[in-house]
């Protein structure tokens, strides 16, 4: 008995070992490089800013999310996909990270290929983006959802979702409040599920709690954690738990995780609003809305940065000011009168007269 | 009182359907002497072919087989190695759980693209019997299950009779624990093994179908998300039984409701998140007393060679 719980024990281990040998392996599946000799010393030379731009190497590494996340790594992904068909020379190709240890070699694989950019999507990949950028000086990476400093060859991108989560949290606490939807309950509550206890998922949250209690200060907002954001199941089952407490709408920030607790809110005939992109397609009638951010915008302008040779290390700031986040167009049958609130309260964040705290409450 | 809370029953049995399944299903394979350690993989390609077949289709119904068929011939390769081949069944296990997670994700960004599969899929009905809901506190827990859910506690039921009152179910456990013997009796070891792995196969793929078109209507890489690896653990904790299968597949789904529940109480969800895996090391440990696997399971047989 022992030795075949020694033989499951190593086969699991020999399988993450297998994966991440495949992500590596499919590393070269999108767009060939054009050109063997594309390595630089004659690319610095190149000149900047002609329509033919350098030629460059990009490479994508997705978090455990992947690339089917329907959320900021699909969103990186067409950022590098709009990058490559509108600005000539660039090659790109992704790696899908199959477990958190795959981060460190993704990204490695990558810079010791010689690619000019790296893209890490994601916050949980911080630590493996400052060992690595750390060993290979010479490639430039940019890091979604963080903020690293003091590493010169390290961009990162940081989004003020707070600011979309709190105009989302105005939509959910004006149709709650006035019942603008048909079949909501007077239950008057509403039921936030996140990915994990972490920055980038928490600022939404938090945005989206400070907005639904300023238009509707008497209703309730639930808020659980699934621990994951791929399990689409659990997701699910975590959306009926907060609809049977009552809540009919639901905003969930768990990327895939995320897609079963809208899949479970359109079963129930509630309301979802999504995340990071506009997710209205998913279940038409059910979304109301989406808090966004541009992830993709963030790619294409680095790739471009990397191309030009203006590529500068440091955080970047996205926001509502320069349309870094925002909230995707209402759902149909949602009165005029709140994208008018919408659209004033977006005006008052931009000016600060509205401050957007990023702490959650519990 | 959390516990008198009939949601928390009613979010356990859903949780335990994708355990259940494919525990009883290996149940059945280890029984008849093959290690079967690739209910992962099944399931993904159970579930996969269920959504890509109900959407071609327009009908659940039709998935619902294709998955079974898809699940039972990859089950019958599995079988052919284990058998035929005399492979090493831990390896093939694995090979298989690998191949299954790179072909359907490959499959479905070829077939539907990166945005998934279409939202208009058709999934399995949910219902409620008429009668059982009319009871109180019962007839929540099974309000608008799906109706795998149901058609899970009949094959519960049928297989635990299956294994332990048919004359095929005796032959089974019979090639499990001696095949010499029951070679000796005349009965065909690898058509029986054959039989009992394929059965694997089906379990695990009505598993996997349950994820993808019973509880949702599409499919995600990985979505089973570990979940036949824990049906292993279920499946030893249960004692290589139905019964026990379902036993344990509830008390993982019953862990993983706890999390869910205890979360609206303002428990720590990091600390709550390892409950179901807490469960399967203290499981695993031999809380639950000697598990003794089938003699001769993991063991090719070889009828010229004996």
Redesign the interface.
Known sequence: ?KQ??L??AA??L??TA??TG?GTGAASNTAATNGSNATNSAGTSNGTGTTNGKTIKIGLVTDTG???D?GFN?LA?VGMTNAQHQLNGVSTSVVQS?SESDYVPNLSHFAQNGYNLVIAVGYLMEDAVKQVAKEYPKTDFLIIDDNITGIPNVASAIFQSEQAGYLAGVVAGLVQKNHQLKGLNTKNVVGVIGGQ?IPPVDTYIAGFQQGFKKEDPNGKV?L?????F?????G???A??EI??GADIIFPVAG?CG??AI?AAQ?AKVYAIGVDTNQA????GTVITSATKGVDTAVFDTIKAVQNGTFKGGVSTFNLANNGVGIAPLMKGVPQSVQTTVNQIKQQIISGQIKVSTTVQ? | MIFSDPEIWAATLSMAVPLALPAIGGTFSERTGVVNIAMEGIMLIGAFFAVTFSYWTGSAWLGLLAALICGGLTAAALAWGAIRVSADQTVLGMGINIFAAGLTTFLLNTLFGFNGTPINTPKLPDISIPGLDKIPYIGVIFQNQSILVYIMVVLVIISHWFLFHTRLGLRMRSVGEHPLAADTLGINVWRIRYFGVILSGLFSALGGAYLSIGVLNGFTPNMTNGRGYIALAAMIFGKWTPLGSFGAALIFGFSTALGIVLQGQGISSNLLQMIPYALTILALAGLVGRAVAPAADGIPYDPRRS
């Open positions: 008995m075949k719980f033989a499951v086969s699991v020999a399988l297998m994966v495949c992947g690339l089917n329907n699909h992904y199959q206890d639930l659980q954690y699934t621990n994951s791929s399990d689409e199941a659990l699910s089952q975590y009926q738990n049977s407490q895939g897609i079963g899949n079963s397609y998913l279940a038409p519990r």
